[in-house]
């Protein structure tokens, strides 16, 4: 069993963690708990409860409708990374609940927001193993669903303490959308391609971590250099988490996944390894898929073993620890506390999950 | 012509105020210049032009697709209402276009944001004579371009004087997106219907006037009971403007209205006229396009004569005008002044208009 892993998930998983992990490293002790021990022994786990439970009362509607896929949205909720990074970024500084919780919840309900919209573009069934929004209900209810969760978010950025929270989001937002709409178009030439990646990457992740931590820092009322090392250190972090999402379509299994394996093969998402494995050679099956608007099953899991093979997947998952060292780098300026491990520790998960 | 009228705009628009308009009541000269002289005569023109600007300028963005749908969008924009009414009832108080620009312009935002995303849902083709934006490029542009100006109107809030506005317009969304998922759904019993009715005309119109009102009055730094007295004064405002919205769709003639008459009957949308009309008496018409899911357009046509003859339309107009006069009166707190005048003028122009 690889050192870093906290949970097995079976044999695709474990054959993933063989790539991400460099086995026998350094142990960090908190992590043996996953990102639940990160958070608890930053003890940050009961206030991580109180966004819980402010989510699922916000969700609440007038409209039985809203209500219950607001509920359904807010319980596919996943692990509150977002949320998690706003208060971790106020304890660093001069840390009061009432003044983080509400930028916390701010950002897992754009979060959520943006999800629910993203799988109506895309017309995803699934998301983290739970039918979407407009798969459950219809596409009306997904777009009002979603309007739904940013008039929350803005809501909730009323009670911020700060407006220069409401102006980090209100920012990320606008580069998500945009985003949205600037697919990665070229897998060539590799500069092009990169370019494209991380332009999307950033705003589809890095943009909305890089403001919680930005949120949580206001809120801790940190200076304006520890604003800009903790957005930076959200920045990296994000598109980090992004690029190992991305390598898990290709190494990950569907059921820890929740939506097959090769989804973004399959549906012509140009990602990190797939630039990386065509720029380091080329075959017949690479070759099929990208020119293919609907490959087969045996072209796409062929094609999976090419990415690896051409060692797209090793390079992408270098290109994400060199961002994870660089993320932490940008803590320098703090004083070791629990809040600043804990940081440090979400960094090392970041690269090491299997979900 | 009528006494009140603007400008004339074809046979089916006299008829219109045919029914809407006491002839030979008293006069009041603002408003034979219609809108354009109402602001003009409280000196909020060259400010309303700030705002359009700040509007452009906003919808400019790094995505060349978003700059071009926000600016159709913009420029689609109509006759700048909600902004007005927030410049004016900060005239009110103690204005400076500085702390109001913001509010002002973030109804605007708002509006445009959930008119594109509710021409999404009812997949209008056009919208004051201008394709939407849904049908100029597709759903997933409509989609992401309402959630732009979502997100504008929030980076607009943030530089807002005040958070109490932020919660004001947060709210307001809330419910305009509870009630477009809340149709009218029974055109019996009247109580019911109206119920339904009022409900969905409050979410779908009203509670934005009553924001836009109440964010002007707090940028102008008005007390809670100059904030309250606005507020109600935007909401019936609001109800009546949308009441009147509803019986044009049976009076009004497509080339003034920018889509076809008779839309709502087309679209088994139950609105104030029908209600009236089936509560007033029955005919075979207007039980063949109640029961109908498709009428044609003779049955569409014998409709609007029945609603028409049935006393409908002009019981629908009385409604409308008891809630101007109710409007008016929630003004008697304020000293006379110019934008005192062009509220009461704008209230009158609401049930006048033909547009």
Redesign the interface.
């Known amino acids: 069993m690889a050192v870093y892993r906290t949970h097995t998930t079976g044999p695709e998983a474990e054959h993933a963690l063989g790539l991400l992990v460099p086995h026998g490293t350094q142990q960090l002790p908190s992590q043996t708990a996953g990102v639940a021990g990160i958070f608890h022994m930053a003890g940050i786990t009961d206030d991580l409860l109180a966004v819980e439970q402010l989510l699922l009362e916000r969700s609440r ?3 039985a ?2 209500s219950a896929a607001s509920a359904h949205t807010v319980r596919s909720g996943g692990k509150r990374l977002r949320a998690a990074l706003a208060l971790l970024a106020a304890r660093l500084g001069n840390y009061r609940l009432e003044w983080v919780i509400h930028p916390a919840a701010s950002a897992e309900l754009i979060h959520a ?2 999800l629910v ?1 993203d799988d ?2 895309d017309q995803a069934a699934r998301r983290r193993g739970r039918v979407t929004v407009h798969t459950r209900w219809d596409n ?2 997904a ?6 969760f ?6 909730e ?3 911020s303490p700060d ?2 929270i ?2 980090f ?3 990320a ?6 985003g ?3 697919p990665v178009t070229h897998i060539t030439p590799l500069e092009t391609a990169l370019a494209q990646y991380y332009y999307k990457t950033g705003a589809k992740t890095a943009v909305l971590f890089e403001a919680a931590c930005k949120a949580g820092m206001v809120a801790g009322q940190g200076s304006e250099a520890e604003i800009t090392a903790l957005g930076r250190y959200g920045h990296d972090l994000g598109t980090a988490f992004q690029i190992v999402d991305d390598v898990l379509d290709f190494v990950g299994d569907e059921h820890t996944l929740g939506k097959p394996a090769g989804n973004d093969l399959r549906q012509g998402t140009i990602t990190l390894p797939l630039i990386y494995a065509v720029a380091a050679g080329s075959s017949p099956e690479l070759h099929a898929i990208i020119e293919q608007s609907q490959p087969d099953e045996t072209t796409v899991r062929q094609a999976i073993e090419e990415v690896i093979a051409l060692g797209g997947v090793n390079r992408a998952m270098e290109e994400a620890r060199r961002l994870i060292v660089r993320a932490i780098d940008h803590l320098a300026i703090f004083p070791p506390s629990a809040a600043h491990r804990a940081l440090i520790d979400l960094a090392h998960f970041v690269i090491e999950r299997d979900i």
């Open positions: 509607s007038r409209s409708l809203i927001a943006s919209h109506l573009v009306d209810v777009l009002m669903v979603g309007d739904y940013f008039a929350l978010a803005a809501g950025m009323a009670l407006p220069r409401i102006t989001y209100a920012q937002v606008q580069t998500i959308v945009e949205e709409l600037s």
